[in-house]
Structure formats: structure tokens, C-alpha cells
């Protein structure tokens, strides 16, 4: 039976099926509108490096014909012939894509699917609709990429640019149409009456390989051979023509000459009396503790200019009856709440921003433990277990006065989390080990390892500061008041046991007898407080937050 997959589902093809040489077939249409479905071979940055791997109608197959377009076929739109064992080394990912040629948009498209054949029997199915798009006029359907061994992912992403967006995304390059130059006229003599044409029988057309047969002779394998689906019975009906005209990689539209841009934004006159400062540019900012590089933080006003209104506010001076952050494309209430739709990226954990995390449990089998309460919101069907009898909800909750209590997700669904507005960060770990303060894990999976670690030491609150060593293969999401800052491990580093969040499992741990004046002290109160020191090897950290309790 086929597995359906949604947006953003992904998984081995060994877990699929034993088979590599694969039918991809996808369907798409719409009344009175035509697509072109094309396959991407892209390199380990993603880029079309080689053209010869752009698989279209005006280029059939690859090279080596690891990759080759079918045709209409079985019900599908378009189809394809994918061999996973002789696609070159070179190529780490195909992308499977449909555009639109002519006028129109994604969301007029009917129930369409892409799916993966092997020996003949359908493995796997991404349905969707045109509700699921907007304005897009490109969209990548689905993806096979090469993670260790071949994996399919569920996509579902478009582009409102059509083709040239989506070529220039993968880096290739837009050709300008131009017409062949005229030769010169040879000699010729005059054209004499010609006899009509005998009736004669059209060529057949070369027959195709034989469904199940290798292009080359190969050893009988165990796998299912390529093969694909059986004509449905009564045949499908008559399928909208996928090219009605032979087009190129060019703009869809011929583009109006832009005005230029001024280079930098008017200045604000000075206050009276002072002498106007120059503007200095923006410099880029590095990746944040926990962030995706190429994901930034929108940075705050500067000093004396406007803060951006909360959201559902219009900013002073804004016209009334226009809502604020509408795009160029037009008004309304969908417009306006299109920056603030769900983000799926196909992976486990997806941040949806910079205090909301959602993690898909139908991706990597295990459960999730999470910090009682802080779930807001899921989709499917999730079942959450009480983890108070666990060791490490005893240990935590109890010992440190934390009261941090678990909670186990598991089932097949969506989970949104997060807790008083913190600050989240996925850390993903690849065998590696790494200590957070047990007062700032938010969640992690269950297939990590896990321990409670004690840090005793007079002053501490408590009397002990209480740690959980994370290790093995997962993510566990950290949560801070306000961005952190990673600092390397050096024989004088010093961090307030109130402030640091997380260090690397091999540094080593010492409490520091330092006593200062705090400034909130009270009568009755000490003011006492304890520092750790921190020791290690180099390439050893510690994180620390902008707050401390």
C-alpha cells in the first residue's frame, strides 16, 4: 500500500522500497492552462552546475540517462524514469518541478499528486490542491537528495516568478530568445513542377525501452525492476496537452525598464544646533546562537526613528483602511496575514519564529519530551503522556525545586511549543554531547541520551546548580531571556551561575568563592553570590544569556 505524505514528510527510499530504478509520476491541471514539469539535477550547493541535468522537454535525458522524461503516461501528467545507482557522483539532489506556461496562477490548479512507481506498484504519494498556493507560477513538487543514502522529501514550495524565478533560484541562467542569422543564398536552379507525393507509411516510431529491462545487461538483482503503473481501467479521459507550443528558458514577460533606486535613504535633519552625522551602512550580522545561517533577526529601529507598531496596528500617519503589511500584490485579509503563515521546511524541527518552534512527529519515529504546558497548538493526531514517574522528572522536578515537569508527544501530527516569550534555539547533535542548565530545556528528543548532573557550591541557590547532559543523535531546543552569546572556554572564563545556559560536555566545571554586591540586595539577604569557572582544551564554550534571575 502507497505511503501518503504531506508538506514537509520525508524519508529513506530503502525504507520505500528495495528498488532504484524508480517511475515519478506527477499530475497536474487545470481548466483552460498548460504546465511544463521539468526535473532539476542540482550539486551538493544546490545549483544547477551542469546543464545537462536541466531535464525538460527540449532535453529529454541526462547524459548518461540516469535521468529521462517519459511523457504523458498512466493517468500522470508527465513522467519520469529515475536509476539512483548510475546518477553521477556529482549530482546530490533532483528537484521535481511543474510551471506554468501562459497566464495564470497555482492556486486555479485542481487535486494533483506526485508519486514514486517501483516494479509497477505505487511506494508513495504527496497530494495537493490549489488551496494549498496563491499566486504562485512555479512550485517544486517534490525532491530525491542524497543525505548518506537516497532520501524523497515532500515539498511543495512555489515561486510567483515562474520559470525565470525558479531557474534563477537554482542558479542557471535565463536565455534571450534571438533569431537565427540568415545564410547566405547559394546557387539553385529553378524550381521545377514537382510530382505529387506517392502514399507511403509513416516510419514507427523507435519503440521504448521494455518496462523492467536495463538500458545495459545486468545481473539478475533482487530488487523490483523499474516498471510502470498499470493503465487504469476505463482509461483515463483525455488529458490536457502539457505543451501546446515549444518554449525556452526565457522570461515569460517581456520586463519594463526599472527607475533607479535611490542608494541610501534620506537622513533625518538634526536637531537644531547640532552638526548633521553621516550614515554609516549596515554591517552583516553573524548567525545567532541556535539560528540557520541566512536567517537573521529583522534588527530593531535605531535610536530616534519610529518602532514598527505591534501587530494589527497601524502605524501613525498610515492611511486608514489600508491593513499594515500588505503586499504589493493587493489589500485584503489573506495579504495580510500571508508574512505570518506556517514555515515548513521539511525538517524535524522548524522554527516558526524567534519564540515558536513546531516539530513534526511523523518524521523520525521517536517521540519528543517536552516541558509540561508548553504546548500551544498541534495538528493530527498527537497523544501526550505525563513523565512525572520518570527518572528525570523526579530528579529535575523535585531535587532542584525547578518543578520542571515532562511531557511525551508522540502520534502522528504537528506540535507548536513554546513558553513566556523565550528566546528558542534547535540544537542539533551528531554524536556530540552538550550540558544545558536545566532551567532553559525546552524540549529534545527522546532518542537522545540523557542525565541529570548536579554542580554543588555554597551560595548557589539551593545549594546546587542542576544540569542535563544531552548526547547521541537528535535536537534539543534551548530557551533564553533575550539573544546569547557563545564564548570560548579559556583558563580565566567566568560566567554567573544565574546567567550561563549551556557549555560543551568536556569542559570542566569549578565553583569560584568570588563574592560581590548584588544590586538588588535587601536586608536580611547576603548579596552573596557564586561564580563558575570554566576550564578546558581548546574548541571547549559555554553560552551565556543577557539575564540572570
Not at 525565470?164 to 524550381?191: D, Q, S, W, Y
Not at 485584503?332 to 514555515?343: C, D, H, N, S, V
Request: aromatic share 8%; hydrophobic share 35%.
Amino acid at each position: 500500500m502507497a505511503r501518503e505524505f504531506q508538506r514537509g514528510h520525508k524519508a529513506k527510499i530503502s525504507d520505500l522500497t528495495a528498488g532504484t530504478d524508480l517511475y515519478v509520476g506527477v499530475q497536474i491541471a487545470a481548466p483552460g492552462l498548460t504546465f511544463d514539469i521539468s526535473c532539476f539535477g542540482l550539486d551538493a550547493n544546490e545549483q544547477l552546475s551542469d546543464d545537462r541535468y536541466f531535464i525538460f522537454f527540449n532535453q529529454p535525458k541526462s547524459p548518461e540517462e540516469s535521468i529521462q522524461l517519459l511523457g504523458a503516461q498512466s493517468g500522470d501528467t508527465e513522467s519520469f524514469r529515475v536509476t539512483l545507482d548510475r546518477i553521477p557522483a556529482a549530482i546530490q539532489k533532483l528537484s521535481f518541478t511543474a510551471t506554468l506556461d501562459g497566464a495564470g496562477q497555482m492556486s486555479q490548479i485542481g487535486p494533483g499528486y506526485i508519486r514514486i512507481v517501483a516494479g509497477g506498484e505505487e511506494v508513495v504519494r504527496y497530494a495537493f490542491t490549489g488551496s494549498e498556493f496563491t499566486t504562485e507560477r512555479a512550485v517544486m513538487l517534490g525532491d530525491f537528495y542524497l543525505k548518506d543514502v537516497w532520501r524523497f522529501a515532500a515539498v511543495g514550495q512555489g515561486f510567483d516568478g515562474g520559470l525565470e524565478a525558479l531557474l534563477k533560484n537554482f542558479g542557471g541562467e535565463v536565455a534571450e530568445e534571438e533569431p537565427p542569422p540568415a545564410a547566405a543564398p547559394g546557387f539553385a536552379p529553378p524550381a521545377q513542377a514537382a510530382a505529387p507525393p506517392a502514399f507511403g507509411i509513416p516510419p514507427a516510431p523507435q519503440p521504448a525501452p521494455a518496462f523492467g529491462a536495463p538500458s545495459t545487461p545486468q545481473a539478475p538483482q533482487p530488487a523490483p525492476s523499474f516498471g510502470a503503473p498499470a493503465a487504469p481501467t476505463p482509461p483515463p479521459a483525455p488529458q490536457q496537452p502539457v505543451h501546446a507550443a515549444p518554449t525556452i528558458a526565457a522570461p515569460l514577460a517581456p520586463q519594463a525598464p526599472q527607475a533607479p533606486q535611490p542608494s541610501a535613504a534620506p537622513q533625518a535633519p538634526s536637531p537644531y544646533g547640532q552638526p548633521q552625522q553621516p550614515q554609516q551602512p549596515l554591517q552583516p550580522q553573524p548567525p545567532q546562537f541556535g539560528q540557520v545561517p541566512g536567517q537573521g533577526v529583522p534588527p530593531a529601529a535605531p535610536f530616534g526613528q519610529q518602532a514598527p507598531s505591534p501587530y494589527g496596528q497601524q502605524p501613525p500617519g498610515a492611511p486608514q483602511g489600508v491593513p499594515q503589511g500588505v503586499p504589493a500584490t493587493g489589500a485584503g485579509l489573506r495579504a495580510a496575514l500571508q508574512p505570518y503563515k506556517e514555515t515548513a521546511t521539511g525538517q524535524r524541527w522548524t522554527p516558526q519564529n524567534q519564540q515558536l518552534m513546531r516539530v513534526d512527529l511523523t518524521m523520525g519515529g521517536a517521540g519528543v519530551l517536552a516541558r509540561q504546558g508548553s504546548m500551544v497548538m498541534y495538528q493530527g493526531k498527537v497523544d501526550f503522556g505525563y513523565k512525572s514517574a520518570g527518572f528525570v522528572g523526579r530528579a529535575v522536578g523535585n531535587a532542584t525545586g525547578q518543578e520542571m515537569q515532562l511531557m511525551r508527544c508522540t502520534g502522528r501530527g504537528q506540535v507548536f511549543l513554546a513558553e513566556e516569550g523565550s528566546h528558542l534555539h534547535p540544537i542539533e547533535l551528531q554524536g556530540d554531547g552538550i550540558c544545558v542548565s536545566a532551567e532553559n530545556v525546552l524540549a529534545f528528543d527522546e532518542s537522545l541520551q540523557y542525565e541529570v548532573r548536579r554542580v554543588e557550591g555554597h551560595g548557589i541557590p539551593g545549594g546546587a546548580l542542576f544540569t542535563m547532559l544531552f548526547q547521541g543523535t537528535g535536537t534539543v531546543v534551548v530557551k533564553t531571556h533575550g539573544t546569547p552569546v557563545v564564548l570560548p572556554v579559556t583558563p580565566t572564563t567566568f560566567a554567573d551561575c544565574n546567567a550561563v545556559v549551556a557549555w560543551s560536555a568536556a569542559s570542566q566545571v569549578i565553583v569560584s568563592s568570588q563574592v560581590r554586591l548584588r544590586r538588588n540586595a535587601y536586608p536580611g539577604h547576603s548579596g552573596e553570590t557564586v561564580n563558575l569557572q570554566f576550564r578546558g582544551a581548546p574548541g571547549n564554550f559555554i553560552v551565556v544569556q543577557p539575564y540572570e534571575v
